[in-house]
């Protein structure tokens, strides 16, 4: 155990200023490669390409929708959310396309939302970034880690 590294008995480890969560043990992604968590009032969508994983918030930021069932593009290094067709970087939540939908889509998404005040100017948000998380693998199990000092 390194200096700065502090365990305790819930499946969370702290190092320097992370919090560490472990989530589940790897060869549970091998049948379920998109998997959603809930950790400390984050929904998090955990996704295994190759060996590798990776976090995200699992709510789109356009309108908290779930991003599980996305379609992952691993050469563009992209996950594009199912339901309005943004796209987002997996590894840095940078926005790569924002509300992918046609002229028709649109404008239907702006008539069926008219008059609800909770939707109003959804269609017309700014691009917004996903949240990402950490990840490491450790003892055969999937880590996440969450920046202490935000």
Known sequence: MEKNEVKKDNGETSE??????????????????????????NELLVIKLDDNYHAIN?????AGMSLKGCTI????????CAWHHSSFCYKTGEVKEWLKLSAVERLL??????????????????PTPVDTFMTKVEDDHVWVGFDMVE
């Open 109 to 126: 998404g702006k008539i069926f939302l008219k008059g609800n005040k909770q939707a109003d100017g959804m269609m017309d948000m700014e």
């Open 73 to 80: 593009d691993s050469q563009e290094q992209t996950l594009t």
């Open 58 to 62: 699992n709510r789109c930021p356009h």
């Open 16 to 41: 320097k200023e992370i919090l560490w969560t472990k989530l589940s043990h790897t060869n549970s992604f091998n049948e379920d490669s998109q998997q959603v968590f809930n950790i400390n009032r």
